[in-house]
């Protein structure tokens, strides 16, 4: 007779990617994403990530944990506009939350094995490491079904000095990567407001990341996109009533406005 297996997590990631809309279709779209998967101590991991260092990817299998159900079918984004079903997806709605990724290694420290182009969020459970293998893990010339590339559809993003100014503040400041999270949205089809949080006004487009707003302009014909500024989606009255401070952020934009 069978048994059930439990499984423990053999460590967690720290990443600076915390909510479902900051992650990218893919990992390798996170060129500027670090992160790091700690190791739980006492479990003799010291001696299992011997030999590691000397690969240059690794698959990452771990849990979706934030997602508490599934779906048997779902609407990817970006290709397609029809519901899909979930195992023709990598969609995170699955029977079993477990997620895999094929990411980039960049060191092992200790407990500590660091990487990037990584699209798993921060806390999230890992289960297991493996090697990739070019020579049995690549196979570039097979069918993918529904998928389709899409590169050609990737928009170059430029930022004024103002707005990389401003996004350099906030990340050391507040820890908030409205640079990563501006490529990640908007490197594809940066006008689609029936997915993002997207408004247009008649000369440029504003993108919102919580209580944050990214200005840009598109040249649909060339394949470009500038971001031309940052500004608090507070109003000056609302910046002013200390009282009500939902996502206890005020005081960063209140700085944030001081500043610039």
């Known amino acids: 007779m069978l048994t059930k297996n439990l499984y423990e997590p053999i460590g967690y990631v720290s990443s600076d990617k915390k909510y479902r809309y900051e992650t990218p279709r893919q990992g390798v779209l996170a060129e500027e994403n670090v992160s790091v998967i700690s190791l739980q101590p006492h479990r003799n991991f010291e001696q299992a990530v011997d030999d590691l260092d000397g690969f240059e990817r690794i698959w990452v299998i771990y849990q979706f944990h934030l997602n508490s159900n599934w779906k048997p079918k779902v609407s990817p984004p970006r290709h397609t506009r029809k519901k899909i079903g979930v195992f023709a997806t990598r969609a995170p709605y699955r029977p079993n939350p477990i997620g895999m990724s094929c990411v980039k290694l ?18 999230s459970p890992v289960l297991d490491i493996k090697p990739y293998l070019p020579y049995s893990d ?28 401003k996004m350099k503040w906030l990340r050391q400041q507040a820890g908030i990567n409205l640079r990563s999270f501006a490529r990640l949205q908007l490197e594809f089809n940066p006008t689609d407001d029936s997915r993002k949080r997207i408004a247009k006004s008649e000369k440029h487009f504003v993108l919102s990341y919580r209580t944050w707003r990214i200005s840009y302009t598109v040249d649909a014909k060339d394949k470009t996109l500038r971001i031309t500024n940052v500004y608090s989606g507070y109003t000056a009255a609302e910046m002013l009533d200390k009282k009500t401070d939902v996502y206890e952020d005020k005081e960063i934009h209140r700085r944030f406005a001081g500043n610039f």
């Open 138 to 165: 690549s196979f570039p010339d097979v069918k993918t079904g529904w998928v389709k590339s899409g590169v050609e559809n990737k928009y170059e993003i430029e930022f004024d000095d103002i707005a990389a100014d």
């Open 106 to 123: 960049l060191k092992v420290e200790g407990l500590k094995i660091v990487i990037t182009e990584s699209d798993i969020l921060d806390g």
